[in-house]
Each structure stands twice: as C-alpha cells, then as structure tokens.
C-alpha cells in the first residue's frame, strides 16, 4: 500500500462499536461508497479475531474501504513489534494505533516491525490523550497542567520516534499543527455533529470545525452508525464540510 493510497479523498473513518458480526458487516457495505474507510476497536476484535475482521472486510470490500485497526498497543517494545508484525500480515490495515505513552524505544520497535512489510506497511498512530479525558482526569493519574500541553509533548515524542501521525482531540489540532508542522497525520475522534448528543466525549468539534482546524482523518461512531440511515447521515457530514475540505487529505 503506497503513501498514496492513504491520502483517500474522504476524511471519514467510522467507528463500528459492535461485538456483533452481522450488524458490522451489513453497516460496512451500506457505508461503501459513502466514507473513507471503517475503524474496528477493541470490542469488536476481542470477540472476532481477526477472522470477524475479514468477515466484515473481505478483500473486494477493502478496495472501497481502508482498514483502521484500533488496539491502542501498549506494552514493552519486543512485544508491541510483534503484534505490528502479526496484525499486518494477518490484515494488512491501513493503520494501526499504539499509546504514544508507551515511550520512545515502544514506538521505534512498532515503526522497525512496519517496515519489514515496505510500502505496503500500516501506517501508525499514536493515541496521545483519550478524548474521554479532561484535565482533571489526566491530574488524577500524576499528569499535571491541560491535557494540551501533554498532547503536544506526547505527539513530539511519538513522531520523533516513528509514528506516521497521532489520534488527538479536535481541540488539540491546532496546537499540534503549530509544533509538528503539515507533515504528521491528525486523526481525530471527539467529532460531534451540530446538535448531536456528546456520549463520553468531553473534548470535541464539529466536522467543519475540525478541518478548518487542520485533521487529516475524522473518526466518527454514533452519530452514523446511530442513525436511521447511516449512508444519508455520512453524506450530510460531508455536505456540512464543504467541496474545499471533502477532497483535502493530508
């Protein structure tokens, strides 16, 4: 998978929170066409494997909808570059995530294990700040100051030791575009549409606000997979963005 293929002109990643392999694989193909590509998580994964994942995603599906993987790999570096290595051979995605607090010899070992699949390697991001936490959250587990100053010091470290972009709050996109500059990829869940319920996200965006503010990707759950027709609730989010921003893709 060349660099270019992951500059799809469709910023939309949407996050399907289900254990269930029917309802995943029926709102993927009613999303084909309508979004950039299709998030699996945690929930998903650890009821599936990885064949629940080629279940939703075959292979001529995959064409219309890259893979975003989202395990937030966490451990000692030798470990972490094994499971890189077995989540790309097993499913190619177009990206992977692992906690920038991992540190900096973690993230180097994930970057070196991706290699060794060339151009066709996912592409890593490193979660920086769960958008799920505020800054008297990250003070209650020994981070003092905002969670901006720890997203912009997480987001160096991690980019300097080879991620190929950060998961972040919308509200932390400016400040990271201003201290890493256009080249790291910003992929952004805590996107709520206008008059759309917040859930557990407490630091969020519109879709507008946020590529006006420079994100590369938006991941967007609930607000698509909730609604009554999630391919119509796709579009309007890219309605809402605009032609100059729909087809921009850093």
Known sequence: MSDTAHQTPNPIFVA????????????????????????L??????????????????????RSLPLFIDLKLHDIPN????????????LAPAYLTLHASGGAAMIAAARAAAETFGADRPRLLAVTVLTSMSDADLAEVGVPGRAEAQ?????????????????????????????LGDGPLLVT??????????????????????????????VIGRPITGA??????????LDEIGADHAGVAR
């Open 16 to 39: 399907i929170d289900t254990d269930d392999v029917a309802v995943a694989s029926s709102s993927a193909a009613r999303l084909a066409g309508v979004v950039g590509g299709i998030k």
């Open 151 to 179: 997203v912009v010091r997480l987001g160096r470290l991690a980019i300097a030791n080879g991620a190929d972009g950060l998961v972040c709050s919308p509200r932390e996109i400016a400040p990271l575009r201003a201290a």
């Open 79 to 90: 470990t972490v570059a094994g499971a890189v290595t077995s989540l790309a051979r097993s």
């Open 41 to 62: 998580g945690k929930q998903f994964f650890m009821a599936n494997g990885p064949e629940g994942v080629r279940a939703v995603l075959p292979d001529a599906l995959r």
């Open 189 to 218: 869940p805590g996107i709520r549409p206008a008059g759309a319920a917040l859930g557990d996200q407490k630091r969020v965006m519109t879709p507008a606000e946020a590529m006006a503010a420079g994100a590369s990707r938006m």
């Open 228 to 237: 009554a027709d999630p391919a119509a609730a796709a579009q309007a989010i």
